[in-house]
């Protein structure tokens, strides 16, 4: 069965694959996406296992997109305050400090998709499908593709949107720079016997970086989301040993979080967990081709990035796509270069400094200990570079 060109194909329905798909239609582009399985029900009670901090390009962005507002209010939380803490000194911002309404806004994976989905079925330049692409190849100027339900189609512009082992990356012959960090992200929503007063709490500690995101209260419940980067040993005992011990482990760690008021901690769902790597694709861009989330790059999620890059390079490729000249077309070599250079800074910033956060505060740096507790405590001090910082993870400084 074939039918016809369209103008642009997405593999990858996740959160990425589908924001893109709206951003580009809205440019007034013609779009397939592939792979686009419909999100899950809002659960009958508690959340989502998955959550996101949204920085506020993301949350513009999905604003623009129509996205936002259909997420519910009462399960988003916004994050007023973040305290970092490493060998008993302390990093704190507030969004009061940085003069912005918030640090960032936790969301469900799931509310997002939702939200999305809703978005998609009103947005007549995309037609979706929950088939993902099976085959891709190049011929002249346009990639012929080939859907699991049977289907052909061919398109001048495949956008690989499809995740960390993204097969466009293998059919546009992309190479892939990977480093396995040998630990474990374990994610589980813990209920708290008090309000965590919209801060986020995060510690690098001996047994990996352990942060705590603020959930909005349901039925007055005050919840986290608990997402512990564990050496890989520690992570299969954590899930072994099941939610409930991995609450009271946590608990254990209150005092080194700045969190004791949170505890008693209760499991409030189960533990997930995704082996941690630094992944980077060698190239965005190639012949009628482009990378992006996941597919692209791959960061620690210590800073709680990876989705907002992968919005950004979403709202770029949408942007530059719609600013070209009448003589170019979507896929055009020119205005994929136009991507790759408008990622280039902000993607490998990321990476340099979640890698490098990582090395600082690996088991075998403890002798820096002192070191570091100063640069944490007098970076504390520092207004203007706690501003510049919290302002590039904001998104808004690299977007304008
Ligand atoms: C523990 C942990 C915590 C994190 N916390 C945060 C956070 O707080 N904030 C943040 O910004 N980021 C965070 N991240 C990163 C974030 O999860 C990822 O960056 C993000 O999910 C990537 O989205 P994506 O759409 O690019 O890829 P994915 O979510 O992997 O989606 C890819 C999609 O493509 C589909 N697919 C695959 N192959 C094909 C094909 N051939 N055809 C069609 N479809 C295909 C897949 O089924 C999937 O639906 C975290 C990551 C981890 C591990």
């Given at each position: 069965?074939?039918?016809?060109?369209?103008?642009?194909?997405?593999?990858?329905?996740?959160?990425?694959g589908?924001?893109l798909?709206l951003?580009?239609a809205?440019?007034?582009?013609?779009?397939?996406?592939?792979?686009?399985?419909?999100?899950?029900?809002?659960?009958?009670?508690?959340y989502g296992?998955r959550?996101?901090?949204?920085?506020?390009a993301?949350?513009?962005?999905?604003?623009?997109l129509?996205?936002w507002?259909?997420?519910?209010?009462?399960?988003v939380?916004?994050?007023?305050?973040?305290?970092?803490?490493?060998?008993?000194?302390?990093l704190v911002?507030t969004?009061?400090?940085?003069?912005?309404?918030?640090?960032?806004?936790i969301?469900?994976?799931?509310?997002?998709?939702?939200?999305?989905?809703?978005?998609?079925?009103?947005?007549?330049?995309?037609?979706s499908?929950?088939?993902?692409l099976d085959?891709?190849?190049?011929?002249?100027?346009?990639?012929?593709?080939q859907?699991?339900?049977?289907?052909?189609?061919?398109?001048?512009?495949?956008?690989?949107?499809?995740?960390?082992a993204?097969?466009?990356?293998?059919?546009?012959?992309?190479?892939?720079?990977?480093?396995?960090?040998?630990?474990?992200?374990?994610?589980?929503?813990?209920?708290?016997?008090?309000?965590?007063?919209a801060?986020a709490?995060?510690?690098?500690?001996?047994?990996?970086?352990?942060?705590?995101?603020?959930?909005?209260?349901?039925?007055?419940?005050?919840?986290?989301?608990?997402?512990?980067?564990?050496?890989?040993?520690?992570?299969?005992?954590?899930?072994?040993?099941?939610a409930k011990?991995?609450?009271?482990r946590?608990?254990?760690a209150?005092?080194?979080?700045?969190?004791?008021?949170?505890?008693p901690?209760?499991?409030?769902?189960e533990?997930?967990?995704?082996?941690?790597?630094?992944?980077?694709?060698?190239?965005?861009?190639?012949?009628?081709?482009?990378l992006?989330?996941?597919?692209?790059?791959?960061?620690?999620?210590?800073?709680?990035?990876?989705?907002?890059?992968?919005?950004?390079d979403?709202?770029?490729?949408?942007?530059?796509?719609?600013?070209?000249?009448?003589?170019?077309?979507?896929?055009?070599?020119?205005?994929?270069?136009?991507?790759?250079?408008?990622?280039?800074?902000?993607?490998?910033?990321?990476?340099?400094?979640?890698?490098?956060?990582?090395?600082?505060?690996?088991?075998?740096?403890?002798?820096?200990?002192?070191?570091?507790?100063?640069?944490?405590?007098?970076?504390?001090?520092?207004?203007?570079?706690?501003?510049?910082?919290?302002?590039?993870?904001?998104?808004?400084?690299?977007?304008?």
């Amino acid at each position: 069965m074939t039918s016809r060109t369209t103008q642009a194909v997405i593999a990858g329905g996740g959160i990425v694959g589908k924001a893109l798909a709206l951003a580009l239609a809205q440019a007034g582009v013609q779009v397939l996406l592939c792979g686009a399985r419909p999100a899950a029900p809002t659960p009958a009670a508690g959340y989502g296992q998955r959550v996101y901090a949204l920085n506020a390009a993301s949350r513009r962005f999905l604003d623009g997109l129509r996205v936002w507002a259909q997420v519910p209010a009462e399960r988003v939380q916004s994050v007023e305050r973040m305290r970092i803490a490493a060998d008993g000194a302390e990093l704190v911002f507030t969004a009061y400090a940085q003069g912005v309404e918030a640090l960032a806004w936790i969301a469900e994976s799931d509310a997002l998709e939702r939200a999305l989905d809703l978005a998609l079925q009103f947005e007549r330049g995309v037609s979706s499908t929950p088939a993902s692409l099976d085959q891709a190849t190049r011929e002249g100027a346009l990639w012929n593709l080939q859907l699991a339900d049977g289907r052909h189609t061919s398109t001048g512009l495949l956008l690989g949107a499809d995740g960390r082992a993204s097969r466009v990356r293998d059919w546009a012959g992309v190479g892939l720079r990977s480093k396995a960090y040998g630990q474990t992200g374990v994610v589980c929503n813990l209920r708290c016997a008090a309000s965590h007063g919209a801060t986020a709490f995060q510690a690098f500690t001996e047994d990996g970086v352990i942060a705590l995101l603020p959930l909005a209260a349901q039925g007055g419940q005050s919840q986290v989301s608990l997402v512990w980067s564990a050496p890989d040993a520690l992570a299969a005992q954590l899930q072994a040993d099941g939610a409930k011990r991995l609450a009271a482990r946590v608990q254990e760690a209150l005092t080194l979080l700045g969190a004791e008021h949170l505890g008693p901690l209760q499991a409030a769902g189960e533990i997930g967990a995704w082996p941690l790597v630094l992944q980077r694709a060698h190239r965005l861009v190639g012949e009628g081709v482009a990378l992006l989330g996941d597919a692209a790059h791959v960061v620690h999620p210590l800073a709680g990035h990876g989705l907002n890059l992968g919005l950004q390079d979403a709202q770029a490729l949408a942007a530059v796509v719609k600013a070209r000249a009448s003589s170019e077309g979507v896929g055009d070599a020119r205005v994929l270069r136009r991507y790759a250079r408008a990622r280039a800074e902000q993607v490998l910033a990321l990476e340099l400094a979640t890698d490098g956060l990582h090395r600082l505060y690996a088991p075998g740096m403890q002798w820096l200990a002192p070191l570091r507790a100063l640069g944490l405590a007098g970076t504390n001090h520092l207004a203007p570079l706690k501003r510049w910082l919290a302002g590039y993870a904001s998104g808004l400084a690299v977007l304008g």
